[in-house]
T-cell receptor, first 116, second 115 residues
């Protein structure tokens, strides 16, 4: 079974600073995917970025980048030049592999608050 | 852009009532999911479907049931709502091509309160 660990329940960051949200994962599989989602207070889940286990380069999407360190089983999300609108819950997730359901397994999330 | 819709957005209902949460997607995705999420907490998979007439239970035990008669429609039903069912319910879908790199596309969720 897969497990996602997010060790930062909450973070306060000044506007325009860069933010790193931590995520470690546990799996015995060789092929897997890692995802980050943003959940504003309105409740919807917004897909931000994806990293495949065989991707050699770190994924980037606009201000979001994923710092993927496979040997350490770490997939940290980096947000450059944070904005007030970045305040939200952020969830790290991993593709479910092996038997049973596919879809994603989620971590407990990090509540990010951007201060002016 | 994902097109997946959930209704109602908010629902307050009394104990013992039967409710159905609607979820529809227009992307033709075969795979659909229901997740349950308490406020500020992680998401737990409660049901999933790989296509028409396919339904399975997820990791978190739930008294709800689901059906998949049409590809685009994946409703969730509670026969007798209880206060312990108070939560947010998120519906999602994904492409069938790969198990590893398909993100889930979520609806806006239904916030259910049972009084």
């Amino acid at each position: 079974a897969q497990k996602i660990t997010q060790t930062q329940p909450g973070m306060f960051v000044q506007e325009k600073e860069a933010v790193t949200l931590d995520c470690t994962y546990d799996t015995s599989d060789q092929s897997y995917g890692l995802f980050w989602y943003k959940q504003p207070s309105s409740g919807e889940m917004i897909f931000l970025i994806y990293q495949g286990s065989y991707d050699e380069q770190n994924a980037t999407e606009g201000r979001y980048s994923l710092n993927f360190q496979k040997a350490r089983k770490s997939a940290n999300l980096v947000i450059s030049a944070s904005q007030l609108g970045d305040s939200a819950m952020y969830f790290c997730a991993m593709s479910r592999t092996g038997g049973g359901a596919d879809g994603l397994t989620f971590g407990k999330g990090t509540h990010l608050i951007i201060q002016p | 852009e994902a097109d997946i819709y959930q209704t109602p957005r908010y629902l307050v209902i009394g104990t013992g009532k039967k409710i159905t949460l609607e979820c529809s997607q227009t992307m033709g995705h075969d795979k659909m999911y229901w997740y349950q999420q308490d406020p500020g907490m992680e998401l737990h998979l409660i049901h999933y479907s790989y296509g028409v007439n396919s339904t399975e239970k997820g990791d978190l035990s739930s008294e709800s049931t689901v059906s998949r008669i049409r590809t685009e429609h994946f409703p969730l039903t509670l026969e007798s709502a209880r206060p312990s069912h108070t939560s947010q319910y998120l519906c999602a879908s994904s492409e069938s091509m790969s198990r590893y790199n398909s993100p889930l596309h979520f609806g806006n969720g239904t916030r259910l309160t049972v009084t």
